[in-house]
């Protein structure tokens, strides 16, 4: 059974940090290319950032510079370290882990980030 867990979420002041974490259970976790999404209050799932088999990052734009993706193949663990933060970062972190070009499409159930004074 395929299982994306996420914690690190929580309630956090403008300017502020968090470390998000993803732990992977019942996949090859060292194939997949993993990857953190968002969702806003009422808009549509967003990609944040993403970290191939490879080691290889991207993120977008509106991130760039504050977040940092991560993972350690030992722990089947992806983190995203978010700095800076803003309000417009409030949302639902979710997890996930895909190989391309394949159906392995896997979701965590995601984990709230507010900012907020």
């Known amino acids: 059974q395929v299982q994306l867990v996420e914690s690190g979420g929580g309630l956090v002041q403008p300017g502020g940090s968090l470390r998000l974490s993803c732990a992977a259970s019942g996949i090859r976790f060292d194939s997949y290319t993993m990857a953190w999404f968002r969702q806003p209050p009422g808009k549509q799932r967003e990609l944040v950032a993403a970290?191939?088999?490879?080691?290889?990052?991207n993120y977008a734009d509106s991130v760039k510079g504050r977040f940092t993706i991560a993972k350690d193949n030992a722990k089947n663990t992806v983190y995203l370290q978010i700095n800076s933060l803003k309000p417009e970062d409030t949302a639902v972190y979710y997890c996930?882990?895909?190989?391309?070009?394949?159906?392995?499409?896997?979701w965590g159930q995601g984990t709230q980030v507010t900012v907020s004074s």
């Open positions: 970290i191939t088999a490879g080691g290889d990052t």
């Open positions: 996930n882990g895909r190989i391309v070009g394949t159906w392995a499409n896997y």
